[in-house]
């Protein structure tokens, strides 16, 4: 864990991970409620609506293209997978935002969809932007330690999300999460600069 936390792009990669698993898990665990909301429909339908929704399009984001975009840009480019996660990134910005405000079943679906995509997009990449920063003999640590912050923060977010709920802010929670992505943006891109496309 010294050897870990000695590394500074290792907190860069840590806080861009945990930031982003916010809405990551905020979707999980409240998209059907605002679906619902939203779109004053019932949770039966609200629920595998939500799911389904999500589902399908972070499949499209994470296999489909963010995948094959960042083992084809590294190629060209050492820093291809970090800028393919912060395209993906970038997307769940806007998503948010809809999400939040939005009242329409297009702006509501629609804005799930460019979040699972984004998010797809960054979730593939995780991993290998940590092999380009972390040996191999740390790595299953370094990820151990990655998902429990996530988890952490995951847990933080469906708790602050409960009570924007109960005070009638359940939107604008939503919204603000692209605040906290956005930083989390803006760090990534500016400190993650691999140079080499696999730590040895």
């Known amino acids: 864990l010294s050897m870990i936390f000695s ?11 945990a930031a982003p698993s916010l809405p990551g898990w905020a979707t999980k665990n409240w998209l059907p409620t605002l679906f619902a909301d939203s779109l004053n429909i019932p949770m039966s339908e609200a629920g595998p609506l939500s799911t389904i929704t999500i589902a399908a399009s972070s499949f ?38 809809l999400l ?10 629609g804005s799930a969809v460019l979040f699972g995509i984004g998010y797809g997009m960054f979730d593939a990449n995780n991993m290998p932007i940590l092999c380009q920063f972390v040996p191999p003999n740390l790595r299953a640590t370094a990820y151990g330690f990655m998902n429990m912050v996530g988890v952490f923060a995951g847990a933080a977010v469906t708790q602050v999300l409960g009570k924007f709920k109960d005070e009638g802010n359940f939107g604008f929670g939503f919204a603000a999460l692209a605040v906290i992505v956005a930083l989390a943006l803006i760090v990534q891109i500016t400190t993650l600069k691999p140079k080499v496309q696999n730590m040895e």
């Open 7 to 17: 590394m500074t792009a290792f907190w860069v990669i840590l806080f861009y991970f």
């Open 60 to 97: 499209l984001g994470a296999v489909l293209i963010g995948g094959p975009l960042s083992d084809s840009w590294v190629q060209k480019n050492l820093r291809g997978r970090v800028y393919t996660g912060a395209i993906g990134l970038a997307l769940t910005i806007p998503s948010l935002i």
């Open 100 to 109: 939040g405000f939005g009242t329409t079943f297009t702006t509501v679906v």
